[in-house]
């Protein structure tokens, strides 16, 4: 499941649509840590804006609408409600 989550993510940079709203309510992340290192993905499908969150540094990147369905049905299968959107 976890390369899944990270595959479609890639895939949602990839083939990211050019709309970019300005809302960032987001209500999906992905943390990954290697040693004691640790970088932070905040993810808003509404916007489809990333916050990168690595240490003290920030950035900022896009991703598209396609991976929210898989995202959304790992959230469930675990038993995390959806928040509303």
Do not use: W
Request: net charge positive; hydrophobic share 35%.
């Amino acid at each position: 499941m976890r390369a899944d989550l990270i595959t479609r993510f890639y895939d949602g940079i990839e083939k990211q649509e050019v709309f970019a709203a300005c809302c960032f309510s987001p209500h999906h992340a992905l943390r990954a840590v290697r040693g004691n290192k640790t970088v932070d993905l905040v993810i808003c499908f509404s916007c489809s804006g990333v916050q990168i969150h690595y240490g003290k540094e920030e950035g900022r990147t896009h991703v598209g609408k396609s991976p929210q369905r898989f995202f959304d049905h790992v959230l469930t299968s675990a038993g995390v409600p959806l928040g509303d959107r």
